[in-house]
C-alpha cells in the first residue's frame, strides 16, 4: 500500500537531501497558532475550579462557552432573533477554533480547515449563512456560487508512480483488477445512497437498520468482508478516512468510511460516469475567511483568551466561571442561559452535575490529533512531468495528507512566492500506532520539519532550498473519530438540552466539520 510503495526508493536520496539543506542554509521556524499552556490550565489545576470568592462578578443574559465554528454560529443566531445581550468566552486570542487563519511572511494561510463544500439541501444553516456573506444567489430561478470563490481548476491531483496525475485514485498503470474494484466499490456506495438516508449535518438522517449495521463494524472489516482487498483502493479509502477524521480504516466505522462518500457525491470509477464535480468554496487562509466574517460583528461581547473552568444551573439561572489567561482574574458570569460550544471532553470536565447524554458522549469519543504546516517559499517550486500544479497535492506512500497553494485562487498568473499548507493527521491508524499526542506534545519542531522535507524529496526535491520558514500549529484533540458503534450509543441528537444549559459541538456529530458546527450551533440558540 501507499508508504510501502513510495518511502523505501528514496531513503537515501532523502537522507542527502537534509545533509545537503542543512549546508546550504538554514530554515527558520517553530510553532504558533496554539497556546498550549492555557489550554492545558484547566487539566493542571490552575486556576482552581468553584473558587467561591472571585474577584469579578459580571451580568449578562446568555453565555456561550467556546468560539469555535458553533460558538460563533450560536453568537449569529442570538443576533438574527433579536438578543444582543450576551458574551462569548474564547480560549484562543482569536475566535475559529479549528478553522482560524494566519499571516506568513506577509501571505494569508490556513491554520486548520481549509474549505467548504457546497452545502445540500439538509445544511440549510449553512446555505443561508453563505447567501447573507454574499456567496451565493439566486439568478432565474437557480442558486449560482461567486466564481471567485470557488476552487479554481486544477483542483487535485496525486504524485503516484513518479508523475503527477489528476485526481487523487490512482489511475495511471494500475491492474484492470484494481479498475474492476474501482466499479464495483462505486456500485455498492449508490446501492447503500438508495437503501438509507446519508445526510450532512448527521442530525438529519435517521438512524435506520442498514446505517447501524455499518456503525456496528469498522471500515476495515466491512471492506474484507464485501471482498474489497485491492491495495489501492484500499490505500484510497484509507486516505479519506484519515483526512476527514484523522485515523485509518480499522478505527473509524463502515457508516462513517460509507458515509464519507454517500452523503455528497458518491464515488465514481475511471470511465464510468462523470463525477458530480463537487464544488468547493476556499480561500487562501482557508475557513478563517468565514469564521472571521462571524466574529466581526460581535466586537466586545467576544472575550479572548478565557479558560472556561465552571459551569453551573443555579436556582435563578447560571453560572460561569472563567479565568483570564492573559490577567490571571478570575469571573464569575450570571446569566439566564449558556450555550455549551465547547468540545465534548472539556464540557464534561467544567459542567457540574453533567446529565447523562453528555457523560455517555465523553465516554464514546475517541479524539485525531493533528498538526498544520505553513511552508512559506521565496519562489515556485520546479515541478515533476505530469499533471500541472493544483490547489490540493498529494504524494501517495506518505504519512501526510499532502499540501493546499495558499496562492492558487490568485488571479494573477506571475510567479511569486507562496505558502503551502501541509497536513499531518496523527490519530491511530496502520501508519501511526502508539500515543499520537504524546508525540505531537513531545518532539521539537525540527522533527515535523525534517518528515516533510522527506515526504516531498521525491517531487518537489527543490522545496527545501526554497523554504524560508516552517510555521507549525498543534491540535492535541483535533476532531473526533467516529469509531464502531458511536451511532449506537449517541444516536447524533438534534439537540441536546438539559435544563438551561444547550450543547453544540461537531463532537456531537462524531464528524467535525464546518456544516455539522455550525449546524448544531445555531439549533442550540435558536431553540432557547
Known sequence: MRRREFLAAPVAATAALLAGCEARHEIAGGFTGIDMARGHALRDGAPKRGDASPPVQRRTRVVI????????????????????????????????????????????????????????????????????????????????????????????????????????????????????????????????????????????????????ALDAQSFDAWLQREGFDDAQLRWYLDYCCRDDYGAGLAQVSAWAGIHYFASRHGFHAPGHGEPDGEGVLTWPEGNGWLTRRLAQPLGDRLRGGQVVTRIAETRDGVEVEAFDGATGARVRWQAERCIVALPVFIAARVVQNPPEALRRAA?????????VANVHLRAPLADRPGAAPAWDNVVHGSRGLGYVDAGHQSLDPTPRATVLSWYRPLGPSQWDVGDGRRRLLDQPWTTWRDELLAEFAAPHPDLAELATRIDITRYGHAMAIPAPGWLARTGTPAAVRAGRLAFAHADWSGYSIFEEAFTRGHLAAAAG
Open 363 to 371: 465516554a464514546a469519543i475517541g479524539y485525531a490529533p493533528w498538526l
Open 65 to 212: 462557552a467556546g468560539g469555535g465554528v458553533a460558538g460563533l454560529a450560536a453568537a449569529r443566531a442570538l443576533r438574527l432573533s433579536g438578543i444582543e445581550d450576551f458574551v462569548l468566552l474564547e480560549l484562543e486570542d482569536e475566535a475559529g477554533g479549528n478553522s482560524r487563519a494566519g499571516v506568513l511572511q506577509g501571505i494569508a494561510c490556513p491554520l486548520g480547515a481549509h474549505y467548504l463544500p457546497l452545502p445540500g439541501d439538509s445544511a440549510h444553516e449553512v446555505q443561508d449563512l453563505l447567501e447573507e456573506l454574499g456567496l451565493r444567489r439566486r439568478v432565474a430561478g437557480r442558486w449560482q456560487y461567486d466564481e471567485r470563490h470557488l476552487c479554481h481548476s486544477p483542483q487535485e491531483r496525486l504524485f503516484f508512480e513518479g508523475s503527477w496525475q489528476e485526481g487523487l485514485l490512482p489511475v495511471q498503470g494500475v491492474a484492470p483488477a484494481t479498475l474492476q474494484q474501482y466499479r464495483r466499490f462505486a456500485e455498492r456506495v449508490e446501492a447503500l445512497r438508495r437503501e438509507a438516508r446519508f445526510a450532512i449535518p448527521t442530525l438529519r438522517a435517521v438512524p435506520a437498520p442498514t446505517l447501524l
